[in-house]
């Protein structure tokens, strides 16, 4: 007890508290330095997961290329939007290649957040198709957000990856004026 007794007297001066912020200190940097040395373990680990396609968002993603589709559309609220985007990661190949376009201009925040989630925490496979995604859709903060993945994948050394993001790039649709 007279050890926990002289502890606490000692936290309580001004020299005690400047120890204790130290220490705290020391732990922070040590636990930073543990995770930044063990990237490459988290990146191979932590990927962007979907859950199994929903049938009724496959057949409207499918429909997106008719006036009835596009009304469904907009009639989705945020979390089934964000749905659907992880419903066209899967499936979107059998869907017309208008679909992004058409989901990029009913809500492009949204759309647009969960690419880039996918470009950060996506597979190899997962960023492919997140790069395609923003070059169908052909809005400009897409290729905004495209430019950025190209120089993160070239700091990273993924030169596979960073052709991709170059040739979408290359025939992304300009900009138009209004």
């Known amino acids: 007890m007279r050890l926990a007794s002289s502890l606490l007297d000692f936290l309580?001066?001004?020299?005690?508290?400047?120890?204790?912020?130290?220490?705290?200190?020391?732990?922070?940097?040590?636990?930073?330095?543990g995770l930044a040395l063990n990237r490459d373990f988290f990146e191979r680990h932590v990927r962007e997961k979907y859950p199994p396609p929903s049938g009724l968002l496959t057949?409207?993603?499918?429909?997106?290329?008719?006036?009835?589709?596009?009304?469904?559309?907009?009639?989705l609220n945020p979390a089934?939007?964000?749905?659907?985007?992880?419903?066209?990661?899967?499936?979107?190949?059998?869907?017309p290649s208008e679909a992004p376009r058409a989901m990029m201009a009913v809500d492009p925040a949204t759309y647009l957040d969960a690419a880039f989630q996918t470009l950060i925490a996506g597979s190899p496979e997962q960023r492919r198709r997140a790069v395609?995604?923003?070059?169908?859709?052909?809005?400009?903060?897409?290729?905004?957000?495209?430019?950025?993945?190209?120089?993160?994948?070239q700091s990273r050394r993924e030169t596979e990856l960073a052709a991709f993001i170059c040739d979408a790039i290359t025939h992304f649709p300009e900009r138009r004026e209004r």
């Open 80 to 95: 089934e939007r964000r749905q659907l985007y992880t419903t066209w990661m899967q499936v979107g190949d059998a869907w």
């Open 12 to 33: 309580r001066t001004p020299r005690g508290v400047l120890a204790l912020l130290a220490a705290s200190l020391a732990f922070s940097a040590a636990a930073a330095a």
């Open 59 to 75: 057949e409207l993603g499918q429909s997106l290329d008719s006036p009835p589709g596009l009304r469904r559309l907009r009639g």
């Open 132 to 153: 395609r995604f923003l070059a169908l859709a052909g809005h400009p903060a897409g290729r905004e957000l495209l430019e950025e993945a190209l120089v993160r994948a």
